[in-house]
């Protein structure tokens, strides 16, 4: 049975549940006269691993396409039929919902924003807001970072950050970029006023809004299946994900794992093999913007 797990993982590595070559490998334990029931316990972690991975590579460019949650799907269906998954109902559970918010991650930054009510600010005769909720602004001072509380509220016109006594709002003409890093919304701008990083509850929601709000105010919005810079090419995720062994490079976790790169992105890193690593998402959140 180790020689036949060790085929079922290649198999899966490289086509996934499906194929003659998955076939076969169920004929080979009959020919064997295995009992069936012993190789679905057998796959069961395997199975389990091969979900992770399909997640994992699907959110390498940080966008989950339709197509990718079909084939989560079609993944689940596949081996729940040829393994024992019923103990691992809500890791399934939880990677489905994982891959659901993603999705919707996508749609909002393709242009499919939501509308927010702010009935505290006046706002211009055509203008409607997509997105207000509380903040924190962060200015790193000398002495230690100092600390705003206020709101973000985003429109189709401008970005505001309504303080406690201080307040800022920028065209989004002005605005360069928006991204999520390790727990905040940083917003780049060509000015200085109104740019800036905010602590937010939920700062891969705001940062997904907020970019979908700068797409559509520039008309970059990315057409369907379009990639951005973040893409990762699918031979280098196989060969980052092969080489870490599916497992965090930190402290070993196989669940809820990503593709960091060492050298952040914004500060120059390459998406290439030797700058990327699996990490479990604590010990991404962890490591920060550090080198």
């Known amino acids: 049975m180790q020689g036949w797990r060790t085929q079922a993982s290649q198999i899966l590595a490289i086509t996934g549940p499906y194929g003659p070559q998955w076939d076969a490998l169920w004929i080979s334990l009959i020919f064997h006269q295995v009992r069936v029931d012993t190789g679905r316990e057998a796959l069961t972690p395997l199975a389990i691993a091969h979900l992770e991975r399909v997640v994992t590579f699907a959110f390498a460019d940080n966008q989950i396409e339709q197509h990718e949650l079909n084939e989560f799907e079609r993944a689940v269906a596949m081996l729940s039929a040829a393994a024992n998954l019923n103990t691992a109902q809500r890791h399934i559970d939880e990677l489905r919902r994982r891959m659901l918010r993603g999705r919707s991650f996508t749609q909002v930054r393709s242009g499919e924003l939501p509308r927010a009510r702010s009935p505290h600010i006046h706002l211009e005769a ?3 807001t997509y997105l207000d909720t509380d903040a924190l602004h962060v200015k790193y001072l000398a002495k230690g970072p100092m600390h705003t509380p206020g709101r973000i509220i985003a429109s189709n016109k401008k970005l505001r950050f309504v303080g406690s006594g201080a307040g800022s709002e920028l065209p989004w003409s002005k605005i360069v970029s928006v991204t999520a890093e390790y727990g905040k919304v940083t917003v780049s701008a060509t000015t200085a006023r109104g740019g800036g990083t905010y602590q937010v509850n939920d700062p891969e ?9 700068l797409r559509v105010a520039k008309r970059l919005v990315l057409a369907p299946g379009q990639r951005d810079s973040r893409s990762i090419p699918p031979h ?17 976790a196989i669940h809820y794992l990503e593709f960091d790169h060492m050298i952040p992105l914004s500060r120059g890193g390459a ?7 699996i990490l479990c998402r604590q010990c991404n959140l962890q490591k920060g913007a550090r080198l």
């Open 205 to 213: 929601w705001v940062a997904a809004v907020l970019e979908g709000a």
């Open 271 to 277: 998406t290439s093999v030797n700058n990327l690593q």
């Open 236 to 252: 280098v995720k196989a060969e980052v994900y092969q080489r870490d062994g599916g497992r965090c490079r930190q402290c070993g």
């Open 126 to 128: 055509d203008e409607f």
